[in-house]
């Protein structure tokens, strides 16, 4: 059984598809289903690599201007994609260090001083919980053990004692998405605020964060965004000016680029900088983000739906057990599936070049580059795997 053969419209035509898919070299050694783990890498990186070197090979000082307009078109690039203005983005190496900045802004000082989570995290996430306890922070997580978000038990919990509701957009374990309105709802009529980690879905789910209200979001270019070594955060443009993160650098202050020490903060999530930025990252990570814009969210969206619809259905007709919510709403990019041995099953599948990732269990996450006939391959491969 392997479904339609052709996706259903608001997709890319036959055309543009193919087209899109030419840009990523990688699809043609494999069928790369590990989009959720680390995207495909565009063609186009090489020219920004060279260029890289062309700039380092003949180094002035003032390379720094062009690449400052390079770092902030970035960053102005990902608050669009976002529905945020710009200016509302700031870039820097990884989403723990943007979080434990964001996390380094607030005195944690009771009623008000708890951290609401989930055990559905990222590591990173209840790691630096855990750290900033010390000053005062109480971590309370919420979770069944299982791979659902149980949205009314973190509802209940948020309360006037919540500082902040940090959870994922989509769990990076099990692909589940949160409910974002209700939860940005419920927090917000009891005065705390939401900090959302969207690595797992930005590029891949749409997310308007002006439409949703949500205070903070944070992600990272090397998954769907089809980029590398740099991550993201957006702060509400009428909440940046009441927060101020101890954990700084110098690139935050409104005098960082007269190399005198700074009185005042930078405007916008510029606040939210740290020391010298890494300008590479950012131009790398542009030609992916283009790519994606061109095609738009919503056909992105679409096209994801219909590939992972296609993993259940494939997975429903051979007995393998799904982990994810099968539900389009509640689903994000990602299928997870309890298939026994799944690291072996995995390694397997990896010596006949289907590319898949494992975190307790078969996570597999089709792109918008990918075909129905990449996913029935997979899933034939699969089939026989688990069931040696
Ligand atoms: C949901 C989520 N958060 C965070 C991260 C990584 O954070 P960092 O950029 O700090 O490595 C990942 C995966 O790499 C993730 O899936």
């Not at 193919?18 to 090489?46: H, I, K």
């Not at 590398?228 to 960082?256: C, I, K, N, S």
Request: include cysteine; aromatic fraction near 8%; charged fraction near 20%.
């Amino acid at each position: 059984m392997s479904g339609p053969d052709t996706l259903p419209a608001g997709c890319l035509d036959a055309a543009a598809h193919a087209a899109l898919r030419a840009e990523f070299p990688l699809l043609e050694t494999c069928v790369y289903l590990n989009n959720n783990s680390t995207g495909a890498t565009p063609r186009g990186v090489e020219r920004v690599l060279t260029d890289y070197w062309e700039t380092l090979r003949g180094w002035r000082d003032d390379v720094w201007q062009g690449w400052h307009v390079g770092l902030d078109r970035y960053a102005d690039s990902i608050a669009a994609l976002l529905g945020a203005p710009a200016g509302s983005v700031v870039t820097d190496a990884n989403l723990s260090t943007l979080l434990a900045r964001v996390l380094s802004c607030f005195d944690y000082r009771p009623p008000r001083d708890r951290i609401v989570t989930t055990d559905l995290e990222y590591p990173t996430v209840p790691f630096i919980g855990a750290a900033f306890r010390r000053y005062g922070a109480r971590l309370d997580v919420v979770g069944t053990g299982g791979p659902r978000f149980d949205q009314d038990a973190i509802e209940a919990r948020v309360d006037e004692r919540t500082l902040l509701v940090c959870v994922p957009h989509a769990s990076f374990s099990s692909g589940a998405t949160i409910d974002l309105p209700r939860l940005v709802a419920r927090a917000h009529d009891v005065g705390a605020l939401v900090v959302v980690d969207a690595f797992q879905t930005v590029g891949a789910v749409p997310l308007d964060v002006t439409a949703l209200g949500v205070d903070i979001v944070l992600g990272g270019a090397h998954k769907w965004l089809c980029g590398a070594g740099t991550a993201f955060l957006y702060v509400r443009p009428d909440l940046v000016e009441r927060l101020a993160p101890a954990a700084t650098g110098w690139q935050a202050g409104d005098r960082a680029l007269t190399f005198r020490v700074s009185t005042g903060w930078a405007a916008g999530a510029q606040r939210f900088a740290g020391g010298t930025p890494y300008p590479l990252t950012s131009l790398i990570s542009q030609v992916g983000l283009d790519l994606l814009a061109g095609v738009g969210i919503g056909a992105i969206r679409a096209h994801s739906l219909a590939l992972t619809q296609r993993v259940l259905d494939r997975a429903a007709a051979a007995g393998i057990a799904v982990v994810s919510p099968t539900d389009p709403q509640h689903r994000g990019g990602v299928v997870c599936l309890d298939v026994p041995d799944g690291e072996a099953v995995k390694r397997r599948l990896a010596a006949r070049n289907m590319i898949c990732s494992w975190r307790g269990w078969l996570r597999v996450g089709p792109h918008v580059y990918n075909t129905l006939d990449e996913v029935d391959a997979f899933m034939d491969a699969l089939a026989e795997e688990s069931s040696r």
